[in-house]
C-alpha cells in the first residue's frame, strides 16, 4: 500500500496522468480489501480526474467502472452496482475486439451482484454466460471457472432447487478433490456446502457425516485451537441441535465461541453469531431469562458487522420475536417478526421456506393482540424444519464469501 501510495503522488508531481489512473485504481482495490470503503471511493474519484484528462478510453472506462461497483457492492448499494456492471457490459460488447476474460469477469460480477439484490432468475442467466465464457477460455477446472459455479449453487440454494444445488456442489467438490487433494481446506469449504444443502432437504445424518469430514480435515490442517474450526464447530453443533442432543450441541458451541473469542475477538461475526444458538436452545427448553442477553447480543452484533447479511440478519430478528411471544410481549414479537420479513422479502422469492416461521410469528402475534382477521397470512411457504436450530456461518449462508478469486 505504501509502495502504491509513493507511486501514485509521484505520477501526479509529474503530471503523468497515464500512470495516475491505474495507481489510483490499484489504490482504490487495495482500501477495499481492508474494507475502508471512503479511501477506496476517493481514490476511484481520482483515477476518474486522471482518465478524463487523458481522454476517453473504453478499456479504462470499463475497468473504473468495475471498481467503483465494487465499492457499491461493498457499501451495501447493490442496485448501484448493477448500474454500473450493465453499462460497463454494454460497453465492453460495442468495443470491436472485446477482450473476453474481461466479459466473463463483468458477467461474474453483475451475476452476483442481481443475487444480491434477490433476482435469482437474472443472476442464474448472467452466472451461466459466465460459465460458458470461462469454460472455453480457461476450462472447467480454473479458480474462476468454480467460482461460477459455486454462485450459481447459492442462487438454486435460495431458491430451494436443492438437487441441482447438492449436484453442483459434488461437481465443485470433485474439482477441488483433484486439485488439492483430499485433505485441503478449500474441500473442507465445500463440504460444509453440501452439509448445509443436505440439512436443508432434511437430511440430517448425511449432513452430519459431511460437516464432520470438514472438521477433521480442518482440525488435521490447522490443529485444535484455530479460527479455521468455528464454522466447522458450529455446523457440528446446528446437526447436534437437530437430533435432540442438546448438551452436545451446547458443549460444541462453547468450544467454539472459545476459540472464537480468543482469537477473533467477541464482537467477530463468527464467535458472536453462535449467541443466537445457544439463546435459541436456551429458549426452547424454557430458560427465558438465559436466552434473553444472548438473543439481543446476537441481534445486536448481527445488525454492527453484518447488516448486509440479511438471512441471518432476519433469523435473529424471528428468534427474538419468539422470544417476545413466549414473555407474553405480543407487540413488540409482531415488530420484530415484520422486520424479519420486510428483510427475507428483498432477497428470497414469496414461497421461501425461510418465511414460514416469521409468517407464523406475525400471525400468532396479532391473534394475541385480538386481530384475527390478518392473523394467518397466506403463503406457499413451508416450513419444511426451517423452524429448528441450523447452522449460522458465513458458509450456510446462501451468499458465497468470496464472489471472485483473485488469479
Known sequence: ??????????????????????????????????????DAGQWSRHAGDALRRTGSDPAREVRLMQVRAKIRTAEGHADLAERLLGDAIALVERIDDPERGELASLEFELGHCLYRL????????????????????????????????????????????????????????????????????????????????????RRVDAAAQRFARAFTILEHVHGDDHPQLVIALTNLAGVAAELGDHETAIARYLRTKSIGERHLGPDHPDPASVLSNLGLLSMRQGRLAEAEPLLQRALVNNER?????????????????????RQGRHHESQVLHQRALTLLGRSLPPDHPFLALPLLGS?????????????????????????????????????????????
Open 363 to 407: 400471525g400468532a402475534a396479532r391473534l394475541a393482540l385480538g386481530d384475527p382477521p390478518v392473523a394467518s397470512p397466506r403463503s406457499s411457504a413451508r416450513c419444511d424444519g426451517c423452524c429448528s436450530t441450523r447452522p449460522r456461518t458465513r458458509a450456510t449462508s446462501p451468499r458465497p464469501a468470496s464472489p471472485w478469486p483473485a488469479p
Open 118 to 201: 434477490g433476482r435469482h432468475d437474472d443472476a442464474l442467466a448472467h452466472l451461466d454466460r459466465a460459465r460458458e465464457l470461462l469454460a472455453a477460455l480457461v476450462g472447467a477446472s480454473h479458480p474462476r471457472y468454480v467460482a461460477a459455479l459455486n454462485v450459481r449453487a447459492a442462487v438454486l440454494v435460495s431458491l430451494t432447487r436443492h438437487d441441482a444445488a447438492h449436484a453442483l456442489y459434488e461437481e465443485v467438490l470433485a474439482i477441488y478433490q483433484r486439485a488439492y487433494g483430499e485433505h485441503h481446506p478449500m474441500v473442507a469449504r465445500v463440504l460444509n456446502d453440501i452439509g448445509y444443502v443436505l440439512l436443508a432437504q
Open 305 to 325: 458487522n453484518r447488516g448486509d447479511d440479511e438471512i441471518l440478519h432476519a433469523e435473529d430478528l424471528t428468534r427474538l420475536g419468539e422470544l417476545r411471544a
Open 1 to 38: 500500500m505504501t509502495d502504491l501510495t509513493e507511486a501514485y503522488h509521484l505520477a501526479s508531481e509529474l503530471a503523468q496522468d497515464d500512470l495516475v489512473f491505474p495507481a489510483g485504481l490499484d489504490l482504490a482495490a487495495a482500501a477495499l480489501t481492508s474494507e475502508g470503503f471512503a
